[in-house]
């Protein structure tokens, strides 16, 4: 079984007689561009709780080499107040050496449900907190996979914080245990240290943005292409008021009609990735499940307007920003968002004043506070 699903391999450790308590944040990679969002929320969980705790962190990655000073750009990046050394290693059996000590006190932070399931084969559960961010079953079509990620979800011995409780909602109608129920949710926060309004420079066109994943099933690609293409031959877009900037990953070249050729953004370091949310004053961010997930708050933080996919409970996300345009994902829906998103685009006092009044959360440490007291009293033993 582990030939075809190697991630699932039990995490390999070797036991260590005492020492002081630990907490491992246990992640596939920090490399620069696998910062944004997730693993970044995962570091700073990571710094907080074991500030909280009062316990040396250490980041084990188990598919690359990791990166200390990424880690430390995403610290300061965030504004978290974190300045204890950080021990960091590559965890991985196929590489002689590359065991984690553990003690039986040691707590780890795990960041997926491959990670956790790894973990579960080798550590107690009671000793491993699980930061979920998305419904992972979504990863996969109905198979083994899927099943393998439900049974981690619905386990309800790690402890498991979910990102938005949106998204614990939608575990909890589903009934799942762990990831449901059992869980604890909070609302991410955006620092204006890094999501804020940049003015755009007199004479220049506006800036679109697409969030563009090919190879993401969830992100829609190609119902996006469709949306932008039909934008600009109905003259939604013109390309002689908007650049079109393409941000994700695994982007082809591409010509858009009226051979408008976008700016393609990949593998951005985090501070380029920032810069280029706060410059852009409209943004196309599609995702095909239940939840906000970052780009949409990335850019209505920076005060952007954004228009975003519904899907299941993620029907209307303007109590966070009114800047954010929910749209059904036809083509006609979607199209529609994109009419009302330029109009509150250009419409520069209501954009601000939106953006004023919005919810999203801009401190991080507030944000987990809830978090962190649970943890204590769980896995804080």
């Not at 004479?203 to 600009?232: D, K, Q």
């Not at 985090?270 to 780009?295: F, K, N, Q």
């Not at 409970?313 to 749209?327: F, H, T, Y």
């Not at 968002?337 to 520069?348: P, S």
Request: glycine share 8%.
């Amino acid at each position: 079984m582990l030939r075809r699903f190697p991630a699932l391999a039990p995490l390999p450790v070797f036991p260590q007689a005492g020492g002081a308590r630990r907490l491992t944040l246990v992640t596939d990679s920090i490399a620069a561009g696998s910062l944004f969002g997730g693993v970044g929320t995962a570091i700073a969980l990571a710094c907080l709780l074991a500030r909280r705790l009062d316990v040396p962190l250490r980041v084990a990655t188990r598919n690359e080499e990791p990166v200390p000073g990424n880690f430390g750009d995403v610290v300061t990046a965030l504004g978290i107040p974190y300045d204890a050394n950080v021990e960091f290693m590559l965890v991985n059996d196929s590489v002689a050496g590359r065991a984690l000590p553990l003690s039986d006190t040691d707590l780890l932070l795990t960041t997926s449900w491959w990670t956790t399931r790894s973990a579960l084969a080798s550590v107690r559960p009671e000793r491993i907190i699980y930061l979920l961010q998305e419904d992972e079953r979504m990863f996969y079509p109905a198979g083994d996979e899927q099943l393998r990620c439900a049974e981690t979800l619905d386990d309800p011995r790690p402890a498991v914080v979910v990102n938005t409780s949106m998204l614990r909602d939608h575990f909890i109608a589903d009934g799942l245990r762990g990831a449901g129920e059992g869980s604890i949710a909070f609302e991410p926060a955006f620092p204006a240290r890094i999501y804020f309004a940049q003015p755009r420079p007199g004479g220049t066109r506006r800036r679109f943005f697409f969030y563009a994943r090919p190879n993401n099933a969830r992100n829609l690609f190609l119902r996006g292409m469709e949306v932008i293409s039909a934008a600009i031959i109905e003259g939604v877009l013109d390309p002689a008021e908007w650049e079109f900037h393409f941000a994700g990953k695994d982007i082809p070249a591409i010509t858009l009609p009226g051979q408008v050729r976008p700016v393609i953004h990949q593998g951005l370091p985090w501070h380029d990735y920032a810069a280029l949310v706060r410059s852009t004053d409209l943004g196309l961010c599609l995702m095909s499940t239940p939840h906000p997930s970052y780009p949409p708050l990335d850019l209505a933080a920076s005060g952007a307007v954004v228009v975003t996919s519904r899907h299941g409970r993620k029907q209307d996300l303007s109590a966070l920003s009114a800047n954010i345009i929910c749209a059904d994902p036809s083509v006609a829906g979607l199209l529609d968002g994109l009419r009302a998103g330029v109009a509150l685009a250009q419409d520069a006092p209501r954009r601000a004043a939106n953006a004023a009044s919005g919810t999203i959360a801009r401190d991080w440490e507030a944000a987990f506070a809830p978090v962190l007291e649970r943890l204590v009293a769980v896995a804080g033993r």
